[in-house]
């Protein structure tokens, strides 16, 4: 039997969230959450502009989010949940309201690393000046993913193809489509996609009447839009091609090679992946390989006093350690669980979570842009 698709449990107030100072507190406050009752099955759409989210059908569109007023991204593996931060359109940077989701670890997992690479990848897309000349390798060892603690809608993210990255490669908008109901529909031999038909209306607070407790409330704004320029973006091929073959940013094919490139801020020159790292909350890291013949890596570190570099190595018997710790590990992945779960060794405990570097606090004054904009 298939595993259920991510469900939306709610969205809470934050107000006055300082990530260097409570990113932590935030943790707890989606811990309190973990056995909340009010969940309704939901599909996620993801995109360079933003995030969409869709009911178990696909089509009813219950909330958007403009990528540039998402502020952060997390997930807790244990609990089962991802969740990110963000404002309305027009709020005052004070008024945040954290949105919550469980699923299973492994596709939660993906949703987090979905968005992060959104992010980066939405960054690079206004500042081409930061691409590197040549991307560095990655090559950690992958593991493959387990079929049994993934849905179709994990394996669905796999198909994705490319996202685009703008300088010289103009405005493509292609969405990844995080789309368990398709692949079910497929199954069932259905018809498969939505229609861009849906009507989009001026922005409402939309289930505002599905979440009654005291603690959680929806804080989602209905997207809105020309309904000619939506259906442009759902027509957009999926396989995008670019004109520049170092402006091409691929959305890896597999969970792994999606982690490898968010750790790495992949596409970004390293110089400015630790300058983003610089901004980012506490134990946000960076790893990238190093050159030479040696298996070795760097990994930068956000600690309190700034971003600390630590040595990541190989050993003969295939094992990863930090340098000068006793401690080996399988895989690169799990020395970063590892050191993700408690913190110890020589720095702290490393975080997940990723601060979008791209959010603005404020939209423009224009009336006209925030109404062809808010998402």
């Not at 973990?34 to 995030?51: H, I, M, Y």
């Not at 959305?251 to 300058?275: C, K, Q, Y």
Request: aromatic share 8%; proline share 8%.
């Amino acid at each position: 039997m298939g595993l259920l698709p991510p469900q939306y449990v709610g969205s809470f107030v934050l107000e006055e969230l300082e990530l260097q100072q409570h990113a932590g507190q935030l943790e707890e406050q989606l811990r309190a959450l973990k056995d909340c009752p009010r969940r309704k099955s939901v599909v996620l759409r993801f995109s360079l502009q933003g995030l969409k989210v869709y009911g178990a059908d696909g089509e009813t569109l219950l909330m958007a989010h403009a990528l540039r007023r998402i502020l952060y991204s997390t997930c807790l593996h244990t609990e089962h949940q991802f969740a990110f931060v963000a404002r309305n359109p027009c709020s005052p940077p004070s008024s945040l309201f954290c949105h919550l989701f469980v699923g299973p670890p492994a596709e939660v997992h993906v949703l987090h690393l979905l968005l992060c690479r959104s992010f980066q990848l939405c960054y690079l897309q206004a500042h081409p000046e930061l691409q590197e000349a040549e991307p560095d390798p990655l090559p950690l060892l992958r593991e493959p993913l387990n079929p049994e603690e993934v849905s179709r809608n994990v394996n669905a993210l796999l198909s994705l193809r490319r996202l685009p990255v703008v300088g010289p490669l103009g405005a493509g908008h292609v969405f990844a489509q995080h789309l368990l109901q398709e692949r079910r529909m497929e199954a069932e031999g259905r018809a498969v996609g939505w229609h861009p038909g849906n009507p989009y209306c001026s922005p409402v607070l939309v289930r505002k009447k599905a979440i009654r407790s005291k603690v959680l409330r929806s804080g989602a704004y209905r997207d809105c839009g020309a309904e000619s320029q939506l259906q442009q973006r759902e027509s957009a091929p999926s396989g995008w091609e670019s004109r520049s073959a170092r402006g091409l940013a691929l959305l890896p094919d597999t969970e792994a090679a999606l982690a490898e490139s968010v750790w790495a801020f992949a596409g970004i020159a390293r110089a400015g992946g630790v300058a983003l790292l610089h901004g980012d909350v506490p134990g946000a890291f960076l790893l990238r390989p190093e050159a030479g013949g040696t298996p070795r890596w760097c990994l930068w570190v956000r600690a309190p006093c700034g971003v600390v570099p630590y040595g990541v190595l190989r050993t003969q018997q295939g094992r990863f350690c930090v340098e000068h710790s006793h401690a080996e590990f399988r895989s690169m992945p799990a020395l970063l669980a590892h050191y993700s779960a408690v913190p110890g060794g020589c720095f702290c405990r490393l975080s997940v979570g990723h601060r979008n570097p791209g959010y603005e606090q404020r939209d423009e004054d224009s009336p006209a842009l925030v109404q062809h904009e808010r998402g």
